[in-house]
């Protein structure tokens, strides 16, 4: 019954390699998040996603792709990893990314996945 | 640009009382949130100010200052296992969050 989940926990790579990491969520939310903290535990938005429209976090490189299946799952795709690639990388999701009256709505973190590039 | 100010870390001791402060700049305001972050976890919510004033819940509460761009997460009584980092985030106009780097904390006996 785990709220938001993702898979795997662990990932260590080779440089150059392709890899996917995914996230579900079952809380029914409708807006879903990929965020990357780095080794000085800064946490920066990669993407946010909802049925409408994914908005991407322009200092992200084009080697990164969120794929949605559906409203459930996010999916995060790499592409060449690099050295600088490694960090912990969370997914999120929260009800909806604006609600009427500006009321906070606040994000469910999955566990995390450590990404490890040699 | 936009900016998300915490001290980096903060030591207090059990059954103190401890105040992290979050000064921002950012393109509008739209809600501050308060995480928290055990170490090799992930953030859990916490607290959320969009007007100006105090927010309690139980031992931690939340203050905003619009005017001056800040707000502070006031932690009472610790207990050891509030040893974590803490998160102040924003939400600018374009209902975007901004986090800062986070607060350590930590707490001795």
């Known amino acids: 019954d785990t709220a938001v989940s993702q898979t795997p926990k662990y990932l260590v790579t080779q440089m150059g390699n392709d890899k996917s990491i995914k996230c579900e969520q079952n809380?029914?939310?409708?807006?879903m998040y990929w965020y990357k903290q780095d080794s000085k535990k800064f946490l920066k938005i990669m993407f946010s996603?909802?049925?409408?429209?994914?908005?991407i976090n322009e200092t992200v490189p084009n080697r990164f792709s969120p794929k949605s299946p559906d409203k459930a799952h996010l999916n995060l795709h790499i592409n060449s990893l690099e050295l600088g690639d490694s960090a912990v990388y969370f997914c999120a999701s929260s009800r909806l990314e604006v609600l009427a009256g500006g009321v906070g709505d606040e994000q469910f973190f999955g566990p995390g996945t450590r990404l490890t590039v040699l | 640009g936009q900016n998300i100010d915490q001290p980096t870390e903060m030591t207090a001791t059990e059954g103190a009382i401890v105040q992290i402060n979050c000064t921002y700049q950012t393109s509008g305001f739209n809600g501050l949130f308060w995480y928290q972050q055990h170490a090799g976890e992930a953030p859990t919510f916490l607290s959320y100010n969009v007007l100006d004033g105090l927010e309690e819940k139980g031992r931690f509460s939340s203050f905003l200052s619009r005017s001056k761009g800040y707000s502070y997460l006031l932690l009472k009584e610790l207990q050891m296992k509030d040893s974590a980092s803490y998160l102040c985030?924003?939400?600018?106009?374009?209902?975007?969050?901004?986090w800062g780097a986070g607060t350590k904390l930590i707490i001795k006996p």
């Open positions: 985030a924003v939400r600018d106009s374009n209902y975007q969050l901004i």
């Open positions: 809380l029914g939310h409708d807006t």
């Open positions: 996603y909802n049925n409408k429209e994914l908005i």
